[in-house]
T-cell receptor
């Protein structure tokens, strides 16, 4: 069974204090790993897709990296507007025709001014 | 930008009512999904659809049904609403995986349903 574990569950940072969120996974044949941002009371917003180990993607203060066992979402010099829950999801090779991703439970990030 | 529109942001329904949640996407995506999201449980897949008139059960289909009569519209139906169906409901769409990718989902803003 595919598993996705995100850590920490919650993270509080001061503005400008860089840190990383972790997403570890166990899947048979990774096809893609996704990162989403979710603001309170809203639907998740797609950030990145990573397809293979060694790949990196960047967007403003966010940088996602991928290894064979985990992905990191690095946040450089965060601002209060980066406060949100960050979700990770993995999509493995099809089993019985299913390509449904498995979601982690998220990391709640709060950035204090 | 792809838009996924859910018909209601907030709904309050009575126990036993039949409830319809509507979702429309405007980018010709083949795949559409319904999730519910509860604190501590994360996102749980209710139903999904790869094509018009096609539906597949997700992890928690009991008490729900779906309808996809047109490619752009995917409806979630609560046959007889119960208090344990109080939740945030999220619709999502994506391109079909066999065309490349996999592709990330585009989510709607969600419908917060309260059953009293």
């Amino acid at each position: 069974e595919d598993q996705v574990t995100q850590s920490p569950e919650a993270l509080r940072l001061q503005e400008g204090e860089s840190s990383s969120l972790n997403c570890s996974y166990t899947v048979s044949g990774l096809r893609g790993l996704f990162w989403y941002r979710q603001d309170p009371g809203k639907g998740p917003e797609f950030l990145f897709t990573l397809y293979s180990a060694g790949e990196e993607k960047e967007k403003e203060r966010l940088k996602a990296t991928l290894t064979k066992k985990e992905s990191f979402l690095h946040i450089t010099a965060p601002k209060p507007e980066d406060s949100a829950t960050y979700l990770c999801a993995v999509q493995a090779k099809a089993s019985g025709g299913s390509y449904i991703p498995t979601f982690g439970r998220g990391t709640s990030l709060i950035v204090h001014p | 930008d792809v838009k996924v529109t859910q018909s209601s942001r907030y709904l309050v329904k009575r126990t036993g009512e039949k409830v319809f949640l509507e979702c429309v996407q405007d980018m010709d995506h083949e795949n559409m999904f319904w999730y519910r999201q509860d604190p501590g449980l994360g996102l749980r897949l209710i139903y999904f659809s790869y094509d018009v008139k096609m539906k597949e059960k997700g992890d928690i289909p009991e008490g729900y049904s779906v309808s996809r009569e047109k490619k752009e519209r995917f409806s979630l139906i609560l046959e007889s609403a119960s208090t344990n169906q109080t939740s945030m409901y999220l619709c999502a769409s994506s391109l079909y995986t066999s065309t490349g990718g996999p592709y990330g989902y585009t989510f709607g803003s969600g419908t917060r349903l309260t059953v009293v």
